[in-house]
């Protein structure tokens, strides 16, 4: 099983910054992708940027040239850098892995941590 455990939102306003963490623990043999999506209130869920093991991301259009997402493989940790935040960027972020598990790849999902910007 694994475990995500997703830290560093909060209040900000228009224009600030804030990071996003997000930890894997568990049985992990290997890390595919790391990714981050966000939901609005009465939105569907949507993908915020998604990366891989071998370093390539891929940012939806929306958050390019602002967000920034890195990893360390060897912590199995993956990190969102948001800087220019809109108001429109207000939502619940989540981390989602697909983690290679007693040889099958799973996909899991963090709890979720909420990024709300003010005007």
């Known amino acids: 099983q694994v475990h995500l455990v997703e830290s560093g939102g909060g209040l900000v306003q228009a224009g600030g910054s804030l990071s996003l963490s997000c930890a894997a623990s568990?049985?992990?043999?290997?890390?595919?992708?790391m990714n981050w999506y966000r939901q609005a209130p009465g939105k569907q869920r949507e993908l915020v940027v998604a990366?891989?093991?071998?370093?390539?991301?891929n940012y939806a259009d929306s958050v390019k040239g602002r967000f920034t997402i890195s990893r360390d493989n060897a912590k199995n940790t993956v990190y969102l850098q948001m800087n220019n935040l809109k108001p429109e960027d207000t939502g619940r972020y989540y981390c989602?892995?697909?983690?290679?598990?007693?040889?099958?790849?799973?996909?899991?999902w963090g709890q979720g941590t909420q990024v709300t910007v003010s005007s």
């Open positions: 989602y892995v697909a983690a290679v598990v007693d040889y099958y790849t799973s996909h899991y």
């Open positions: 568990g049985s992990i043999f290997s890390i595919n992708a």
């Open positions: 990366t891989t093991s071998g370093g390539s991301a």
